[in-house]
Structures are given as structure tokens and as C-alpha cells.
């Protein structure tokens, strides 16, 4: 976008014509501005067709604002016309500089009857025959060959025939004499006149013209008025001879209002600089800032009565002498300046100085412990340094940030300052203090990336740092599981790595993950269990058992149960015999209801069906087999057999003697047919355990809240295919993501509910709330984000692996793509894995606001623009950190829209 700005700039207020003998562009700007190096010139504005992103636009702003070239009349400049004969000597003769010859032309030459040309191009051929661009005997040679007819200046002029005219005119004949027994690369080398051969490899080998994608050059093939300037800009850099505007040399200095340059004969000069000038590379036609110009780069200015409009670099090859350190003494009166490598060095009387952003300083505004950069050209005989860059002044403040960046090897901090909103970058030492808003002293460890601080800089270093909000910081600790204290408020672990033992504060709610127990607590962790411990805020969340799952024997038929030696038997649903020893502790459970383990024996008889939790050969619990859980493998309606593979592994096959009830979620009246396998589902047999009565799927997804009715304590939800369902939460326990207990209010329209559904029952609702904010960090190595919310609170997220980022809901993107800037939406699906949807950003104008509907108009930046968005219930409206109501919103007011979902979640004014 800087680049295009930065080229429309030149379009739309840069190009200059005081020529005569062609229509004029358009109407004229006066400049005023008095000058001895050029006459006084108009500043006229665009060619209406040359658009600020064309290709060539460089070269023709360029050639312009030289008055090599002109428009074809009504402020055109037909770019894609083909270039005649007579046009290109015009264009090739005035880039010569040879206007004042052509203007002088004594007599009125005589061109044969195979040259004729029109009245306004004669003197610019004449002088073009005279300087040897073109010869008679070779236009007549080539007219005897050619099938063409007419007027011989008004003929298209073919692609090596040009590069002939503009080899000549930068004086390197020689060279293309050189090269006149070569063969080129190109595909139709061939076709290409043998006159020419040399000229176009001259050509090439200066970057002048190339080929054509398919290898050919097309040598017989006109060239537009586009391409003819580009020609004539890129040959410029090997000219003996330029237009009497075109200026080259090395740079000496530039500010924000001058440039210097200096000639290959060491003769300087100053130019102004307008806003409005343009600054080009020597990599691509690409606009370039002024800040990547570095003193005694080679460039080449175009200027006018005395004002450089357009600069581009020739060689980007470095002359200098460079020393960068801190200030510790500037002496006025000796000239001298000492850095912290304790070396003094001459200064030169008339020295330039700016800051790092080219902006004129006094030797007086230096004070001692700035960085700065001290230069001297290697272009000058002298040992005095001519430029000073101060590129930071110490600093001293205090001031409020987010923290972006924290390098504890190098001891350094990036900080976004909440007034400024621009980042800070600070050292600091092995002093510094650090304490949390109640004083308590901590150390650097306990700093992270994305903690809202106060921090205290004396002469750039950071000496004092005080955590007012700390972001959410997440990570994951293996080791062995040891003991928890006495209060259980603490687990202590084996760490895989580091110290040998280290304990970790648990939540309040921490939630513990067993392979095959349901509703597993921190009373079933047993010493040796191999633990994942994720830790959020330096307090564990989530307690795994990576080495340890429960073996849950399912429908397993009673063999033989011996009371003396509480030996059980049963057999797997494959006939093979299992053995257990019972004892008093285990859980016994009949119909859902817990007994003593003396009932055992009475109930539990040979040829029932029970199931066996098992963990480390160690009976756990038994309980009479009333329902299987598991999912569904296999249903043949024509048999009438329905399979289902338990989590333990187990494939359990029943016969459907009768036709079962079926409950599927959001589906009343379901029926067998409604069922697909890879369902979760739970059979219900009957007492006597020999007939499925009944078949509940289990489900769980997650719905986008579309609207709420507190009385009716209902929710229209929309799941991923955009079908909507209206759902009854009364009575069902809401939680939040955290476990924390939820109210029906709590449920936000445009946020997310992740239910989880026993048939057509509602067990669990769990609202979900994305985080959305801006990015203030990314770590695309790490696959990290940092970003702070509409509330300002920082936090960090770890991606790990299994993450998805998308633009909007729409093109997938890498993580590395996400730049700090961008407006973000982060939330995890059912299988937790981190979705992450970048915002569509679009600058536009404002129109009107209807608070009756919500929704936002805009004024048309063009044709089929989007005019009217629908707003995020919660959208932020802002300027910088103030917030700023959609009501004081003015007609014609520019602002940056950050889109998700269709709907503008944040306005920045």
C-alpha cells in the first residue's frame, strides 16, 4: 500500500512539461519557486490514463518530469499506442539534451523521398542524423527490405530498431560493435537483423531491454510509448549525456527538506525536497522510503527550479566510513566527538546532523549518552566527519506498556506504550527491580511476554518494572508423579527435566484426565503416574496420566464368584476367562445405586453381565451391565445386528429381537435409520440383559449463539453447516471454559455454546468466548501469539501443532503470516484444536449509523463496494485508546474496519 501511495504520488502531482510542438497535459499548476539551474516550469497534474499501479508508471513520471516525454493531448499520454519512428528521435534526441540544438537549427533539412516525416518531428530527425542516432544509407537499406508503405515517421518502430537508436544515444556504440558477432539467448535469435545483433545484446547486458516469457524477443514487434520510456529511463544510468534536469552524482546529504549531491568532479549541490517527491530503488520499480537513501549511495534526481521531485538509486554501494556508539563527550570548541570506544573523532565545521528519520538537528540538541552514528565519505580527501545520525537521545521517563518481546540472554525489552501506541525497545541490567502491584519483589523469570507494566527508563536502561496485569501464560510441565501436601493445594513431581523436584500450585477446579476413568479427581493419581501438568499462571489446570489407563472390561459374563477367597471369574465378550481377587473397598453398583460389598455375592450370581474397571490388574469398581457406551461399528438393518467397539477396545454385537427406541440430538421421532456408524452411542438392555430397549446417541458440538430469550431461558443456535435449532436451557447447569458456574445472562449473542447432548437431552452447556484483539507479539517459531483484548488485557497463546489460521472464515493462511497489527479471533473446537481467524482489514469512509438496526453505512470507495455492514454486539469503536461512540461518527470520517463472520467487530477512528 506505501509503495502505491508513494507512486500515485508522482502521477497525480509530479509530472512537468514545458515543451512545445505536442498537446499540452493538463491544466497548469504555477510554481513559483525561482532557480539558475532550470527555467521557470509548471507543475501539471496527471496523465488521466496511467493509473497509480501501471506497470510502467515510474518511467513515465520520470521522463515527464525531465520533459523527455509528452501526452498525446487532454492531459493523455496513451501509453499502450505503439511509439513511431519519428516519436522515438523526439524522446531519444531531448534525452540527449539536445533541445537547444534542435531549437537552434539553422536551415530546414531535406529528407529523400523514402524518409519523409511530419512537419513537427523534422528538426529532431535532422539533429537525430546529425548526432548519428540513424543514418540515411541504413533507413534506406531497411526501407528496400521492408513491405511498408507511407510516410517513413510515421511508421511503428519495431523492438531492434529502437534499441539500435537508444544504444547510440548513450554513447555505447563501441560496446555493440563488440558484441555484433555474437548470438544472443533469445528463441527467435534468428529473425533478428544482423545490423541489430550487436545493438541488442548491448541492450541486455545493461538491463535496458529484456525478452519475452517464452524466451523470444520479438525483434520485428512495435514498442508502446510505455515501454519506450522504460527503455529510455533504465538507459539513463549508462548515459554519457542526460536532459539539462536530470541530475547524477553521490549523495551527500539528505533531510526532510534537502538533498546534496556531489558530481564525479566533486562539485556539490543542494536541492529542495517536496513532500511530494518520490524516492526509487535500483531492485524494482517499487516506491521506495526516503530512510533506505544512505550517504554516498549513487542517485540520480530530476529537479525543477531547484526542487528535487523524483530520486532514484544508481548504486547502492556503500563509500563510507562509519563508527556508531554512546556519546560521551562533544567538545564545540575542538570539534570533536568522543564515543564509548574512547576514541575522539574530527568533526567537520559545516557537519550534518539528523535524526534517524532524516530530520534536520543542531550540533547544540546532542547531548552526551546518545547513539549515534558518525560518517565520513570516502569520495573526500579529509579525516573530518561530515554527517552525525543521533539515532536514540537517552531516555528518562515512566511510562505504561505492554510487554512485546522479552530477551533475558541480551537483557533486553520491547515495550507498546499504551499512550503513544508505539513500541519501545530498553535494556536492562542485573539491577533491575521488578515487583506485582502489592510490592512484592519478584524476579525476571516471572515477567512475560504480553504483561501490562509500569516501567521506569534512566538513560535507556529500564531500572524498575511493576506487573499491574499479568497475561495469561500457558505451559506444560512431564514428570512423576510424587505426592500431593498435606491440603492438596500442591502436587509435587519427578520434572522429566530440570530440578529433580518441584512443586506447582493446583486451581481451584484443576481437571484431571485418566484414559478410560470418567469424572477422574486428584484422589485417583497413584505415586509412579507418568503426568502431563498444564499450567496456566504458574497454577496447574490439567493433570494427564500418559502412562497409566483404566481397562474397562465391558458386559463380561460371570463364570464363578468364591466368597471364600473372593476370587472372581468372568469371560470377555471372545469367551476368554479373566480372574480377579475382590476386597472390601471396591465399588459395587446395581441399577445405579451403590451397595455394600456383602450384597456382592447374593446379586452379582453365575450367567449375569457386569462391567470391570481395572486399573494395574486392581479391581476398582463392578457394576450389573444395564448400559454399554461406545461407538457404533456396524448396523445391518436386514439382520437386524448392531455392533458397538467399546473404549477399551472390546466389539460387542447384539441381535435387535425388537425394534429399540432411538434418540438422536436435535432429532425427535428418530428412528434406526437415523443412526450412522462412528455415532457415539449408548445401548439400554433390558433388566433381564439379553434385549437393547434403547439407542441414545451422544453429541457434541459446537453452536454460534444467535439469539437469547431471558423468560423462555431459550437459545437459537447455529451449528457448522448453518442449520439453526432453538434449545431450552432451563434447568441446565451453564459453565464457563474455566469450570467457574454460568448464568443463562452470561450467554452472549455472536459468542459460542459447546453442548454436549445424551439423545435429545441437554448434560452439559459450556459457553465460549473467543478471544479477540489485536496482535501485539508473534513468535512464528514458537507458535505463539500475543494479543491484547478490547479491554486491554494482554495474553499469551500457544498454538503448539495443531492449530488452523484462516483470513475471515475463508483463505487459508501459515501462522508466520499473522503480523503484528492484525485483529485476531482465537477459540478451540470440540477437539481442542486452536482455531485462529484473522480479520479482514478495509479503510473506508464513513456514511450514517442506524442504532435501530445496528448497522454501519459507508461511502463507495468504487464500483460494487460493500456499503452496509451489520455490527458485532461487542464491537470495539476507538480511537487509539480512547473509546469513541458510533453517535459522534461524522459523514466523511476515514476509518480502518476490522471484519469477522460478516460482521465489523472493531472500529479504529
Do not use: C
Amino acid at each position: 500500500m506505501k509503495n502505491k501511495k508513494l507512486a500515485s504520488a508522482i502521477v497525480s502531482s509530479l509530472i512537468i512539461t514545458s515543451l512545445a510542438g505536442t498537446p499540452v497535459l493538463a491544466a497548469p499548476v504555477n510554481n513559483s519557486t525561482t532557480s539558475t539551474t532550470a527555467s521557470n516550469a509548471n507543475v501539471r497534474l496527471s496523465f488521466t490514463d496511467v493509473s497509480s499501479d501501471y506497470w510502467g508508471i515510474r518511467h513515465i513520471s520520470k521522463l515527464a518530469l525531465e520533459g523527455v516525454i509528452e501526452g498525446v493531448g487532454d492531459g493523455i499520454y496513451s501509453p499502450e499506442t505503439s511509439v513511431t519512428q519519428q516519436d522515438v528521435l523526439i524522446m531519444a534526441t531531448r534525452m540527449m539534451g539536445l533541445q537547444s540544438d534542435v531549437d537552434t537549427l539553422a536551415t530546414e533539412t531535406v529528407f529523400p523521398d523514402f524518409m519523409l516525416v511530419d512537419k513537427y518531428a523534422r528538426s529532431y530527425v535532422a539533429v537525430a542524423l546529425q548526432k548519428g542516432l540513424i543514418t540515411t544509407e541504413q533507413e534506406k537499406l531497411r526501407s528496400q527490405g521492408s513491405k511498408t508503405v507511407g510516410n517513413w515517421g510515421q511508421q511503428k518502430a519495431t523492438r531492434e530498431w529502437v534499441a539500435e537508436v537508444v544504444i547510440r544515444a548513450i554513447g555505447k556504440a563501441s560496446l555493440a560493435q563488440s558484441f555484433s558477432s555474437q548470438a544472443t539467448s533469445f528463441s527467435d535469435n534468428t529473425q533478428i537483423s544482423s545490423s541489430a545483433l550487436g545493438f541488442i545484446n548491448a541492450a541486455v547486458a545493461l538491463k535496458i531491454v529484456d525478452g519475452f516469457e517464452d524466451g523470444s524477443f520479438q525483434p520485428k514487434g512495435a514498442v508502446t510509448r510505455a515501454q519506450m520510456a522504460a527503455f529510455l529511463s533504465r538507459s539513463q544510468k549508462d548515459s554519457i549525456t542526460l536532459p539539462e534536469r536530470a541530475k547524477k552524482g553521490y549523495l551527500t546529504s539528505l533531510t526532510s527538506g534537502s538533498i546534496g549531491l556531489m558530481d564525479k568532479d566533486g562539485n556539490t549541490s543542494t536541492y529542495k525536497i517536496s513532500p511530494n517527491t518520490v524516492f526509487f530503488g535500483n531492485k524494482n520499480d517499487l516506491a521506495i522510503s526516503s530512510k533506505e537513501l544512505q550517504e554516498t549511495y549513487e542517485i540520480s534526481i530530476v529537479q525543477v527550479n531547484g526542487t528535487a521531485y523524483y530520486v532514484e538509486i544508481l548504486s547502492d554501494e556503500l563509500h563510507m566510513d562509519i563508527h556508531e556508539g554512546q556519546l560521551l563527550k562533544l567538545n564545540l570548541t575542538t570539534m570533536k566527538a568522543t564515543l564509548d570506544d574512547y576514541e575522539s573523532y574530527d568533526l567537520a565545521s559545516d557537519v550534518a546532523v539528523t535524526d534517524i528519520d532524516g530530520r534536520g538537528l543542531s550540533l547544540g540538541e546532542i547531548v552526551a549518552g546518545s547513539t549515534i552514528q558518525i560518517r565520513k565519505s570516502q569520495l573526500v580527501d579529509s579525516d573530518k566527519y561530515t554527517s552525525i545520525v543521533v539515532k536514540q537521545i537517552p531516555v528518562n521517563k515512566t511510562a505504561v506498556g505492554d510487554i512485546q518481546t522479552l530477551n533475558k540472554d541480551a537483557m533486553q525489552l520491547t515495550l507498546l506504550e499504551s499512550a503513544s501506541g508505539e513500541p519501545d525497545t530498553f535494556g536492562f541490567s542485573s539491577n533491575l527491580v521488578a515487583t506485582l502491584a502489592d510490592n512484592t519483589l519478584i524476579s525476571v523469570d516471572a515477567i512475560h511476554v504480553g504483561d501490562t507494566v509500569e516501567y521506569t527508563v534512566k538513560n535507556s536502561e529500564i531500572v524498575k518494572i511493576i506487573v499491574k496485569k499479568q497475561a495469561d501464560v500457558g505451559t506444560s510441565v512431564e514428570g512423576t508423579f510424587k505426592q500431593f501436601t498435606d491440603d492438596h493445594s500442591t502436587i509435587l513431581i519427578n520434572k522429566t527435566s530440570g530440578k529433580t523436584v518441584d512443586a506447582f500450585e493446583l486451581n481451584n477446579n484443576a481437571n484431571v484426565v485418566i484414559n478410560g476413568l470418567a469424572n477422574a479427581s486428584i484422589y485417583d493419581l497413584a505415586a509412579g503416574d507418568q503426568l502431563k501438568l498444564d499450567v496456566l499462571n504458574n497454577k496447574v489446570s490439567t493433570i494427564t496420566v500418559i502412562n497409566r489407563s483404566i481397562e474397562n472390561l465391558y458386559f463380561a459374563k460371570i463364570i464363578d464368584y468364591k466368597d471364600s477367597s473372593k476370587i472372581l471369574t468372568v469371560t470377555d465378550n471372545a469367551g476368554i476367562p479373566n480372574a480377579y481377587i475382590l476386597n472390601d473397598g471396591i465399588s459395587i453398583n446395581f441399577n445405579g445405586s451403590k451397595l455394600p460389598f456383602s450384597s456382592f455375592n447374593s446379586i452379582f450370581t453365575a450367567g449375569k453381565y457386569v462391567d470391570v474397571l481395572v486399573s494395574n490388574k486392581k479391581v476398582l469398581s463392578i457394576q450389573m451391565s444395564s448400559q454399554l457406551d461406545g461407538v457404533l461399528t456396524q448396523l445391518n438393518l436386514q439382520t437386524n445386528d448392531v455392533t458397538l467397539k467399546t473404549d477399551s477396545g472390546q466389539s460387542l454385537t447384539f441381535k435387535l429381537n425388537f425394534t429399540p427406541i432411538v434418540e438422536v440430538a436435535n432429532k425427535p421421532n428418530s428412528t434406526l435409520s437415523d443412526l450412522k456408524v462412528g455415532d457415539k452411542v449408548s445401548l439400554l438392555l433390558s433388566y433381564d440383559q439379553t434385549t437393547v430397549t434403547k439407542i441414545v446417541t451422544t453429541n457434541t458440538t459446537v453452536y454460534k449463539t444467535l439469539l437469547t430469550n431471558a423468560n423462555l431461558k431459550q437459545a437459537t443456535v447455529m451449528d457448522g453447516t448453518n442449520t439453526n435449532y432453538t434449545i431450552a436451557l432451563d434447568g441446565i447447569s451453564l459453565v464457563k471454559a474455566d469450570g467457574t458456574s454460568a448464568v443463562f445472562a452470561d450467554l452472549a449473542i455472536d459468542d459460542y455454546v459447546k453442548l454436549t447432548f445424551k439423545g435429545l437431552a441437554i448434560t452439559k452447556a459450556e459457553l465460549i468466548t473467543p478471544i479477540r484483539g489485536k496482535v501485539t507479539a508473534v513468535n512464528a517459531a514458537g507458535t505463539s501469539l500475543t494479543v491484547q483484548d478490547f479491554t486491554g488485557k494482554s495474553q499469551v497463546i500457544n498454538a503448539g501443532s495443531n492449530y488452523s489460521v484462516k483470513l475471515g472464515s475463508g483463505v487459508d493462511l501459515s501462522f508466520s503470516s499473522i503480523k503484528v497489527g492484525d485483529r485476531v479471533q482465537l477459540m478451540k473446537d470440540i477437539n481442542d484444536k486452536l482455531l485462529i481467524q484473522v480479520a479482514v482489514a478495509s479503510k473506508r469512509e464513513f456514511d450514517q449509523y442506524s442504532p435501530t438496526l445496528n448497522q454501519l453505512y459507508l461511502k463507495a470507495n468504487s464500483a460494487g463496494d460493500r456499503t452496509t455492514y451489520n455490527l458485532f454486539p461487542r464491537a470495539y469503536f476507538h480511537n487509539g485508546s480512547t473509546i469513541v461512540p458510533l453517535t459522534s461518527y461524522v459523514s466523511g470520517d476515514q476509518l480502518n474496519l476490522y471484519i469477522l463472520d460478516d460482521k465489523i467487530v472493531e472500529i479504529e477512528k
